[in-house]
């Protein structure tokens, strides 16, 4: 496992948590960090297998490797959710919340859920909210080892850079498509409308791939002038659209980011960031003092699970207000503590009992070479 990675997992599982939570509007982005990480560690997988393998097992052993990683977590949840829901509907206990899943749930069950989160439909859950983005992640390794296989060696920077401008055009273009063809189908809120497709965030995947294999000049440098550009250029632009700073806990990059088309530049600025700071960690050691510490590989390492969980453990310890508990004061933190122990309990009791037996399974019916298995990730949220 290469150093510093299962922290950058950690932290942008917290990101998403204090999100979630409502402490940290800027947490959102911890889904970007995914994307960015998760193009990262695919291209470098799927290049190591393209050197090492004829085309028939390079497809079998990514596809099946993958399979034994996402599907049975991933289907539990599911199952388990749906039992539960169940039986809280037969007690009578909030019907129309547990009905919701049940209706949402054959766009979970086919991963289209992202395409069903921006459409007019949509209803909120905490229940599926977050497996939008599990949706995108599935969607990129669906297409992304074809066009591995298919790009020449000397062609794959091309299309790395092509990918990062695509995204930003893409969006340009559904802006447009919005306006101008307005579709009862489609989500009414723009920003809305574009966050959860695959498209938007390709440039995400695409800045991954690159610092996989090609080098970012003076990262170091870049990382300091980029932590200080990001929030300064997030408040300028929130400023000067609308009069206001906004919230200052996301930093000037509000979710969906409809002001001063961020739309269009945010995602792909807050994308090259993330990168940097990838890269950092990976090429340069930075911060892995902090990030490999004991309790951050370990978070990491059940980041997946973490994930999966969290939101309707929020959701479920969020009931104590049902039992008196309505001081905000007190109910706000109470929740996410509560929340946050669940959720370790749950992804741990998850990780050992259900994901790592299966994930023993990899090698020994997808097996890789030396090279090509130790660039493997364990976990890859989605």
Known sequence: MIPGLDGLRAIAFFLVFLLHNDYFAFGWVGVQFFFVLSGFLITGILLDMKQSLPSKEYFTK?????FLRIFPLYYFYLLLMAGVTSWLRSQSYRQNYMTLFHQQLPYALTYVYNFFYASSSFVHTKFLDHFWSLSVEEQFYVVWPLLIMLVP??????????GMIFAP?????????????PNPVFRGDFGWFIYPLPLTHIDAFAFGAFISRFEISKAKLQLVVLSIAVPVMGFASQYISTGEFGNWSSLGYPIVMRHAYEFVWGYSLLNYWFAVIIYCVVKDGLFTKVLDARPMRYLGRISYGLYVYHFGLIWF?????????????IAKPLTALIALILTVAVASLSYYLLEKPILN??????PLKSKARMADPVNVTG
């Open 62 to 66: 990514f596809y099946g490797r993958r």
């Open 153 to 162: 060696q000397k062609h794959l920077k091309k299309l790395f850079i092509g």
């Open 169 to 181: 055009l893409f969006r340009i273009a559904m802006l447009f498509v919005f306006r101008t063809f």
């Open 317 to 329: 310890a969020g009931r104590i207000r049902d039992y008196g508990i309505t001081d905000e004061t």
């Open 361 to 366: 399974l990899k090698d020994r019916f997808f």
